[in-house]
């Protein structure tokens, strides 16, 4: 069984900053590329920053210069740090990860549950 755990989310004014976690666990055989998305009321679920299993990072471009991306292998942990976070911003971010289980045969996507980051002006 394998579970990936967001958290960290809150409420913060404009241009303050938050720092999400995600936690993968379970019978985990190895993690491929982890990536943070979000989706806010009425719009459609996109992808804010993605990490390979090197460190390869990619963001989309409302948040390049104010995310960042990491990832600790060793811990089955990703993270984003938010900086300069804007109204626009407010959303449920979800962590997703693209993982073999048990074996390096089943690789399977997986999505946790969500966490809600609200920005006021």
């Known amino acids: 069984q394998v579970q990936l755990v967001e958290s960290g989310g809150g409420l913060v004014q404009a241009g303050g900053s938050l720092r999400l976690s995600c936690a993968a666990s379970?019978?985990?055989?190895?993690?491929?590329?982890m990536g943070w998305y979000r989706q806010a009321p009425g719009k459609q679920r996109e992808l804010v920053a993605s990490i390979t299993s090197g460190g390869s990072t990619n963001y989309a471009n409302s948040v390049k210069g104010r995310f960042t991306i990491s990832r600790e292998n060793a811990k089955n942990m990703m993270y984003l740090e938010m900086n300069s976070l804007k109204p626009e911003d407010t959303a449920v971010y979800y962590c997703?990860?693209?993982?073999?289980?048990?074996?390096?045969?089943?690789?399977?996507?997986?999505w946790g549950q969500g966490t809600q980051v609200t920005v006021s002006s």
């Open positions: 997703s990860a693209t993982m073999y289980v048990r074996n390096r045969y089943d690789l399977r996507d997986y």
């Open positions: 379970g019978s985990i055989f190895s993690v491929n590329t």
